[in-house]
């Protein structure tokens, strides 16, 4: 079955730089778009960012761009995300969830937190 | 980017109908038919409930039901029961390689 298993988040001062990993497994990763998708503590989603199957596209929240960088390695099935400057509206769980043409995400992670604090 | 407009709580008692609406524009609900809906159950990750406004993944119920008018999305939970208290979000592509969700609906079973 569809695993998704983040990890890299923890605690960081304001303005520091911290990079998340996503392992998948059970499906054909180079197969699949994915995404990073976040929900600071008490609050809704929030779409982050998306990679295209192949690595050739990436977008942005505007909230994160030029600041986050998406990325992945097929051979390894693992997607990143690498955040700097962060700042204390960052703070959020952030979940790894596959795409689908359709515009939908299938499936995800349990998340990782990121708190960003002095 | 704005978020798509939820009512923060919905309620209806053990096999009531009740529904959850989504408001948005047309440069994202209204202009496309790419609107989806997640449950998530405190401390759990998301789970994909409805798809491209009214389709259903393999696993859910038919009690759960999407549509969508103009602007507003629809997701529609017959025959409550127990299990369906969780938070609901909807989410729609919004264009230019952008997607939005909403606030997010608290729904109680009475």
């Known amino acids: 079955q569809v695993q998704l298993v983040e990890s890299g988040g923890g605690v960081v001062q304001p303005g520091r730089s911290l990079r998340l990993s996503c392992a998948a497994s059970g499906f054909t990763f180079s197969n699949y778009g994915m995404n990073w998708v976040r929900q600071a503590p008490g609050k809704g989603l929030e779409w982050v960012a998306i990679i295209w199957y192949d690595g050739s596209n990436k977008y942005y929240a505007d909230s994160v761009k030029g600041r986050f960088t998406i990325s992945r390695d097929n051979s390894k099935s693992m997607l990143y995300l690498q955040m700097n400057s962060l700042r204390g509206d960052d703070t959020a769980l952030y979940y790894c969830?596959?795409?689908?043409?359709?515009?939908?995400?299938?499936?995800w992670g349990q998340g990782t937190l990121v708190t960003v604090s002095s | 980017q704005s978020a798509l407009t939820q009512p923060p709580s919905a309620s209806g008692s053990p096999g009531q109908s009740v529904a959850i609406s989504c408001t948005g524009a047309?440069?994202?609900?209204?202009?496309?038919?790419?609107v989806s809906w997640y449950q998530q159950y405190p401390g759990k990750a998301p789970k994909l409930m409805i798809y491209e406004v009214s389709k259903r993944p393999a696993g859910v119920p038919d009690r759960f039901s999407g549509s969508k008018s103009g602007n507003t999305a629809s997701l529609t939970v017959s025959g409550l029961q127990a299990e369906d208290e969780a938070d609901y979000y909807c989410?729609?592509?919004?264009?230019?390689?952008?997607?939005?969700f909403g606030g997010g609906t608290k729904l109680t079973v009475l």
């Open positions: 047309s440069s994202d609900v209204g202009g496309y038919n790419s």
């Open positions: 969830a596959t795409y689908r043409t359709g515009h939908y995400f299938e499936n």
């Open positions: 989410s729609s592509y919004a264009g230019s390689n952008n997607w939005v």
